[in-house]
C-alpha cells in the first residue's frame, strides 16, 4: 500500500455536473481520506465553489483531505498520481452549432456528443486541446494515471495514446444501465449474479453473451420474452426515473434483426442512418428525447443550485459511492487490490477482428499496475459490419484533428450513417459550416 499522500487533479474542476459526484466517491474509498485534490478550472469561481463543498465534507467526514482551486496548469500537473478529465471545450455555445446546423440538413442528434455530425465537431475542436494537455502532463508528471470522461471518449481517450505513454482509461457508465435491466428481468440483487461478455466501441457496445447465475443468459431471456418484444416486457418491469430509457423500442428493435442486446439508451440511435433522419417525428415513434441546449442551460443553473443548497448543509450527497468507477481504480491502485469492470483501451487483441489500436469498450482488469482489457473474442458477422466503421472512422477523425487534414476531416463525415441521406456536396457544405463555427477552437485548421 502507498503511504505518500495522493495528489488527484480534476482537469474540468469547477463541473457542476461531474465534481461533486467524483469528489464523494473519491472520498468514500479506502486509502484517499488524507488526498489532495486540485480542481483545475479555466473558470476559477466555478472551481472554487466545488472546494468548498469538498472542505465541507472534508469536516463533516472527519477526513484530511485538502482542496485546491486552480486555472493554473503547471502546478495542477506536477507531481500529480491521478488525473481525472471531464471538460467539453467551448461549453454549451460551441455544442449548440452542433446541433443546429445539422438541423439545417434535417439531421436531429439526441446528444450530439459521440458521432454524427455533432460528435465529429466536438471531437476534431477537442482534440487539440487533449494533445496539449496530454504532452504537458507527461512532461510533469510521466508517471500519472490518466481517467477521461470526456465525450467523444474513445476519440480523446486515443489522443493521448497518439501523443504520449501516459497510463490511460476512457470511462463511462452505459453498461452499467444494460446490467441494471438484465438484473430488474431476472430479478437479481447483485451484478455478480451475473456474468456480461461485450465488446464493440463507446456508446455502441453489444453484449455476445452471458450468464445468469450460471444459465445461458440468451436463452433464459428468449423464454422470458414469450413472443413479447424486448421493449414491451421492460416497460412492464422497468421503473425509467430520467425518462430516456421508458421506451427502448431501437435496443429491442435491433435484438429482433441482429439477435444480440446492445445499449438501452438514446445514444444508440446516433450510430443508424434511420432513426434521427428526415423527419423528426420518428423521434417521438420511437421514444427519443433529444435534449436541447435550452434544457442544458437550464440544468445547469439548477446543478448550480444544488450545489449552492450542498454547501450550505441544505441537502447530502449520498454516504455510498455512485457507480462510476474512477474512484475504486484510484483506491484499488493505492491499496494494491483489483478488480474486473468496464474499460476503454487501445486493441490489443480483446477483440480480434476490429483494428489494433483503435479504443475498444471491454471488460479489463484493473490493479496497481495499471489497465488490462479481458479478451472478448470476434464479434459476429452482423454486428461487425455495424461497429467497424465507426471504429475506423474515429481513427481518421483523430488522424484529422490533429494534423488539420482537410480531406480526411471530411472523409471521416462523407462515412457517419447519420450522413447517409444527404449528397457529398452536402455533407461538405455542412462540414465546412461546423468547422467555421468552431474556428476559434481549431488552429489546425485555420492556422
Known amino acids: 500500500m502507498n503511504t505518500n499522500k495522493v495528489k488527484i487533479t480534476l482537469v474540468g474542476g469547477g463541473s457542476v455536473n461531474w465534481s461533486p459526484k467524483l469528489i464523494n466517491d473519491l472520498m468514500l474509498k479506502e486509502g484517499l481520506g488524507k488526498a489532495e485534490f486540485i480542481l483545475l478550472d479555466i473558470d476559477l469561481p466555478a472551481a472554487e465553489k466545488i472546494a468548498q463543498l469538498g472542505r465541507k465534507l472534508n469536516k463533516d467526514r472527519g477526513l484530511s483531505c485538502s482542496f485546491e482551486a486552480t486555472n493554473d496548469e503547471e502546478s495542477a500537473f506536477k507531481d500529480t498520481n491521478y488525473i481525472i478529465i471531464t471538460i467539453t471545450t467551448g ?21 450530439g456528443d459521440t458521432v454524427g455530425p455533432g460528435g465529429w465537431a466536438r471531437g476534431l475542436r477537442n482534440i487539440p486541446v487533449f494533445a496539449k494537455m496530454a504532452k504537458k502532463i507527461e512532461k510533469l508528471s510521466p508517471h500519472a494515471v490518466v481517467l477521461n470522461y470526456t465525450n467523444p471518449m474513445a476519440t480523446l481517450t486515443k489522443t493521448f495514446y497518439k501523443v504520449s505513454k501516459l497510463r490511460t482509461v476512457g470511462l463511462c457508465h452505459g453498461v ?15 451484478e455478480n449474479e451475473m456474468k456480461v461478455n461485450f465488446g464493440g466501441t463507446n456508446h455502441f457496445f453489444w453484449v455476445i453473451d452471458f450468464k445468469v447465475k450460471g444459465e445461458d443468459g440468451y436463452k433464459l431471456l428468449r423464454e422470458k420474452l414469450k413472443g413479447r418484444s424486448l421493449s414491451e416486457l421492460v416497460k412492464e418491469i422497468h421503473k425509467d426515473e430520467i425518462g430516456f430509457q421508458s421506451r427502448i423500442q431501437i435496443t429491442s428493435e435491433l435484438l429482433e434483426h441482429f439477435g444480440y442486446l446492445t445499449y438501452v439508451d438514446r445514444h444508440i440511435s446516433e450510430f443508424f442512418p434511420y432513426y434521427l433522419t428526415l423527419n423528426e417525428n420518428k423521434l417521438k415513434d420511437y421514444g427519443l428525447h433529444r435534449t436541447s441546449i435550452k434544457e442544458r442551460r437550464e440544468g445547469k443553473k439548477e446543478a448550480e443550485q444544488r450545489l449552492q443548497n450542498l454547501i450550505e448543509g441544505k441537502e447530502k450527497l449520498p454516504d455510498k459511492p455512485s457507480r462510476e468507477i474512477a474512484a475504486d481504480i484510484i483506491s484499488a491502485m493505492e491499496m494494491g487490490k483489483e478488480f474486473v469492470d468496464v474499460v476503454n483501451l487501445p486493441n490489443q487483441g480483446q477483440i480480434s477482428n476490429l483494428p489494433k489500436g483503435s479504443i475498444l469498450e471491454t471488460p479489463g482488469l484493473i490493479n496497481v499496475n495499471g489497465f488490462r482489457p479481458i479478451t472478448v473474442g470476434k464479434l459476429p458477422p452482423q454486428i461487425l459490419n455495424l461497429v467497424l466503421p465507426h471504429v475506423q472512422n474515429q481513427d481518421m477523425i483523430i488522424e484529422a484533428g490533429l494534423s488539420g487534414d482537410w480531406d480526411k476531416a471530411s472523409y471521416s463525415l462523407y462515412n457517419d450513417p447519420l450522413c447517409s441521406h444527404l449528397s457529398y456536396p452536402k455533407i461538405k457544405e455542412m462540414g465546412k459550416k461546423l468547422l467555421e463555427a468552431n474556428r476559434k477552437y481549431l488552429p489546425q485548421f485555420f492556422s
Do not use: C, H, W
Request: aromatic content about 16%.
Open 176 to 190: 452499467f444501465g444494460t446490467y441494471r435491466i438484465l438484473m430488474e428481468i431476472f430479478n437479481l440483487k447483485e
Open 91 to 111: 461549453g454549451l455555445e460551441a455544442m449548440e452549432y452542433d446541433l443546429k446546423i445539422p438541423e439545417e440538413y434535417r439531421i436531429y442528434q439526441t446528444v
